[in-house]
T-cell receptor, first 107, second 112 residues
Framework: EDQVTQSPEALRLQEGESSSLNCSYT??????LFWYRQDPGKGPEFLFT???AGEEKEKERLKATLTKKESFLHITAPKPEDSATYLC????????FGAGTRLTVKP | ETGVTQSPTHLIKTRGQQVTLRCSSQ?????VSWYQQALGQGPQFIFQ???????GRGNFPPRFSGLQFPNYSSELNVNALELDDSALYLC???????????FGPGTRLTVT
């Protein structure tokens, strides 16, 4: 069965403390892997699309990478405003989301 | 450029009732997808509409139904509401040629 698993479930960082979030997946035919950011009570906000293994995308303090089995979202020198839930989604025939990683960055 | 909008923002219904949620797509987008998000979970795919036709459906019963209109706006209808239908309902629009979806703010449905 197709699955998307994100780890850790929750992550607490000090401001400036870099880390990585993981998204592992099993799908029959990957058409794309997507990262979203979601603030409490709001809809997800699109961050990145990755299509093939080895691809990387960057935006400000965030960098997403993709292998054949997983994707990482690297956060460099995070700030308190980076606190949010980060969702990974995989598209084969449908879009399948992971449960998310809840990131808290303390000043 | 107008983003995705949803109405209403919040809704309280009684078990057994019916509800209609509405979504206006981002301009230039021809595909609408609906998701159900329970507290602490990722969004679960309900269905997708492309050019007014259902174009994929997740593991939801037939009492969840939808429509897409010629202007690409959409409705989600849920009949015979159950307590477990309480969730945030998200609408997302996209261009059929590209995978990334742009989400609205959601409708918070509470079933009592």
């Amino acid at each position: 069965e197709d699955q998307v698993t994100q780890s850790p479930e929750a992550l607490r960082l000090q401001e400036g403390e870099s880390s990585s979030l993981n998204c592992s997946y099993t799908v029959s035919g990957l058409r794309g892997l997507f990262w979203y950011r979601q603030d409490p009570g709001k809809g997800p906000e699109f961050l990145f699309t990755l299509y093939s293994a080895g691809e990387e995308k960057e935006k400000e303090r965030l960098k997403a990478t993709l292998t054949k089995k997983e994707s990482f979202l690297h956060i460099t020198a995070p700030k308190p405003e980076d606190s949010a839930t980060y969702l990974c989604a995989v598209q084969d025939n449908d879009m399948r989301f992971g449960a998310g990683t809840r990131l808290t960055v303390k000043p | 450029e107008t983003g995705v909008t949803q109405s209403p923002t919040h809704l309280i219904k009684t078990r057994g009732q019916q509800v209609t949620l509405r979504c206006s797509s981002q301009s230039g987008h021809n595909t609408v997808s609906w998701y159900q998000q329970a507290l602490g979970q990722g969004p679960q795919f309900i269905f997708q509409y492309y050019r007014e036709e259902e174009n994929g459906r997740g593991n939801f019963p037939p009492r969840f139904s939808g429509l897409q209109f010629p202007n690409y706006s959409s409705e989600l209808n849920v009949n015979a509401l159950e307590l477990d239908d309480s969730a945030l309902y998200l609408c997302a629009s996209s261009d059929r040629a590209r995978g990334e979806q742009y989400f609205g703010p959601g409708t918070r449905l509470t079933v009592t």
